[in-house]
């Protein structure tokens, strides 16, 4: 059965403070692993699709990797406004199958 | 300007109701889904649809019913045999149902039963 944990559930940085969310997965037929961010109330908002090991996408502070266990995703000097959920998905052979969701909270 | 609506965006419902949640796209996508979402917990799966006219059933279909007249539109209903309706639904669509298709979301639907 395909799986999805990340990691930490929550955490807290300062603003300029860089660090990286985790995501492990495991799936039969990698199809690709994608990175979506949620704010209360609202649907989640997509970031990035990877579709291979080494795959490497970049959209303003926030940088997604791939490899074959797991995906980074690194954000540098966060604002208060990257203040989210991100929510990390993986498709193999079938549906889409979610993790739980960081929640993300940058102090100014 | 292309997108997903879903509405209405908050929804009350007296026990033993059925009600219809609405999502419409102008995407031209073939793919449509709906997930719920309680806190805590991952998206799940409700309903697919590849194609007008066909639709398949997620991981927690029981208690849903859907319908797939147009591909513009995938109304969910929530039926009164679902036991614990409360939750925020999100209805999505892609391109095809083909593996790494990316799903775009719609802005949610919040139901409460009163």
């Known amino acids: 059965e395909d799986q999805v944990t990340q990691s930490p559930e929550a955490l807290r940085l300062q603003e300029g403070e860089s660090s990286s969310l985790n995501c492990s997965y495991t799936v039969s037929g990698l199809r690709g692993l994608f990175w979506y961010r949620q704010d209360p109330g609202k649907g989640p908002e997509f970031l990035f699709t990877?579709?291979?090991a080494g795959e490497e996408k970049e959209k303003e502070r926030l940088k997604a990797t791939l490899t074959k266990k797991e995906s980074f995703l690194h954000i540098t000097a966060p604002k208060p406004e990257d203040s989210a959920t991100y929510l990390c998905?993986?498709?193999?052979?079938?549906?889409?199958?979610f993790g739980q969701g960081t929640r993300l909270t940058i102090n100014p | 300007d292309g997108g997903i609506t879903q509405s209405p965006k908050y929804l009350f419902r007296k026990e033993g109701q059925n009600v219809t949640l609405s999502c419409e796209q102008n995407?031209?996508?073939?793919?449509m889904y709906w997930y719920r979402q309680d806190p805590g917990q991952g998206l799940r799966l409700i309903y697919y649809?590849?194609?007008?006219?066909?639709?398949q059933k997620g991981d927690i279909a029981e208690g849903y019913s859907v319908s797939r007249e147009k591909k513009e539109s995938f109304p969910l209903t929530v039926t009164s045999a679902q036991k614990n309706p409360t939750a925020f639904y999100l209805c999505?669509?892609?391109?095809?149902?083909?593996?790494?298709?990316?799903?775009?979301f719609g802005p949610g639907t919040r139901l409460t039963v009163l």
């Open positions: 999505a669509s892609s391109i095809g149902a083909r593996g790494g298709d990316t799903q775009y």
């Open positions: 990877l579709y291979s």
């Open positions: 998905a993986v498709q193999g052979a079938q549906k889409l199958v």
């Open positions: 649809s590849q194609i007008v006219n066909d639709f």
């Open positions: 995407l031209n996508h073939d793919a």
